[in-house]
Nanobody, 126 residues
Framework: QVQLVESGGGLVQAGGSLRLSCVTS????????MGWFRQAPGKEREFVAA????????YYADSVKGRFTVSRDNAKTTVYLQMNSLKPDDTAVYYC???????????????????WGQGTQVTVSS
């Protein structure tokens, strides 16, 4: 069982930056890919980014490429999402999650992940 707690959300103006953190606990953390998703009101949960357990591979949604950076510190069992050049369309609740399988195929489906955190709100004003 893995527990995940996100933090770092808040209100920021367009063009600003935020860094989200996801602290994890549980014996499976080090071997699994970690992902970030977001969900805006009335919309489906969508993939944002993912990082393999070694940090050697990262994946991004097209909408955030070049603006967001995912990283992890395995010593601290923490995953980060650095978000720059934020836009009002980035407003959503952001969730971190653990990939359901040790081998991560690069899938952007929420079904490829489990053990979700409670989420942190990010609001970008125009």
């Amino acid at each position: 069982q893995v527990q995940l707690v996100e933090s770092g959300g808040g209100l920021v103006q367009a063009g600003g930056s935020l860094r989200l953190s996801c602290v994890t606990s549980g014996r499976t953390y080090r071997t699994y890919t970690m992902g970030w998703f977001r969900q805006a009101p009335g919309k489906e949960r969508e993939f944002v980014a993912a990082i393999t357990w070694s940090g050697g591979s990262t994946y991004y949604a097209d909408s955030v490429k070049g603006r967001f950076t995912v990283s992890r510190d395995n010593a601290k069992t923490t995953v980060y999402l650095q978000m720059n050049s934020l836009k009002p369309d980035d407003t959503a609740v952001y969730y971190c999650a653990t990939a359901a399988a040790i081998y991560y195929s690069g899938s952007q489906s929420p079904g490829a992940f489990n053990s979700w955190g409670q989420g942190t709100q990010v609001t970008v004003s125009s």
